[in-house]
Nanobody
Framework: QVQLTESGGGLVQAGGSLRLSCAAS????????MGWFRQAPGKEREFVAA????????YYADSVKGRFTISRDNAKNTVYLLMNSLKPEDTAVYYC??????????????????WGQGTQVTVSS
């Protein structure tokens, strides 16, 4: 099974940028579509972005569309989330996730089987 480790979070001012990384190990990375979710204090974990196994297609939550970009490098077993024009409401713990191998790209949290430990993103106003 795949293990996921996020990195790249931190404190940034509103309008700034961050790039999150999620490194995968223990599985064949190219067989997994991947997704990013986030969870703010007192709220449920919500979908942010997802990408297909080859990186040919992506899907975004309306709240981040046009500001965030998901990408992947299968040679490096890593998926990225580039976040531009950050807003205070983007503050959350960000998680990467993977469904079962050969699963479809999805925005549904219950379709993801594997999760990383999360990385904190804080956007100050």
């Amino acid at each position: 099974q795949v293990q996921l480790t996020e990195s790249g979070g931190g404190l940034v001012q509103a309008g700034g940028s961050l790039r999150l990384s999620c490194a995968a190990s223990g599985g064949t990375f190219s067989t997994y579509s991947m997704g990013w979710f986030r969870q703010a204090p007192g709220k449920e974990r919500e979908f942010v972005a997802a990408i297909t196994r080859r990186g040919s297609s992506a899907y975004y939550a309306d709240s981040v569309k046009g500001r965030f970009t998901i990408s992947r490098d299968n040679a490096k077993n890593t998926v990225y989330l580039l976040m531009n024009s950050l807003k205070p409401e983007d503050t959350a713990v960000y998680y990467c996730g993977a469904p079962n191998p050969y699963g479809s790209m999805s925005y549904r949290r219950d379709e993801y089987k594997y999760w990383g430990q999360g990385t904190q993103v804080t956007v100050s106003s």
